[in-house]
């Protein structure tokens, strides 16, 4: 009786124990034969997003930080044929409504406005939050300075107009911007941390 018991326990237990270690075993496998490649299309998303927000750029410098606030950014020098620095482009993470969104922010240093803004990952509702990754929306950001705000009946001199119903997408994204200017006034002002 006790051995039959003792069967019942132990085979289905060491059925499972097979199963985990064969399927972590594929997974192990699958990551090593993909992580490459998933970092190389990372580095294309990235270079393509810089080109799109920050177009008059011949070429970026190499990674860079900047402190501010105790937070730290990273930021690319965008460059003229020259290699003479024309603006930044901005890497920024900030928290959306279903998760953390990410936009790449370019800053002309000639006019000190946005010249252009990508989201680069973004976790929001299909339908409404991820309306803000579309043209027409970051289009108000561009030509922009100082501190944005949101405004959810319509665009003004200072406030882009939300999205209807995404609005804690849309402040995201506004932050985004926002903290991507005062990074670079603070790069500005010679808190290049490099």
Known sequence: MKNK????????????????????????????LTKDKIAEIAVQTETKAKSAVFADAKSFSDEKTVSVNDKEYVYYDALDDKGNVIGNVFSVTVKSYGGDLSA????????????????????????????????????????????IGVNKNEK????????????????AVTDAVNQAFSAYEAIKAGGNNG
């Open 5 to 32: 018991a003792l069967k019942e326990v132990l085979v289905p237990a060491v059925m499972l124990f097979i199963i985990a270690a064969v399927c972590t075993a594929l997974l192990a496998g699958t990551n090593l």
């Open 104 to 147: 790449m922010v370019g800053i002309s240093a000639e006019a000190d406005k946005i010249t252009g803004v990508e989201i680069t990952a973004i976790s929001d509702t299909p339908g409404l939050g991820m309306k803000v990754d579309s043209a027409d929306f970051l289009s108000q950001y561009i030509d922009r300075g100082g501190n």
């Open 156 to 171: 003004t001199d200072t406030e882009i107009q939300a999205i209807s119903g995404a609005t804690i997408s849309s402040r």
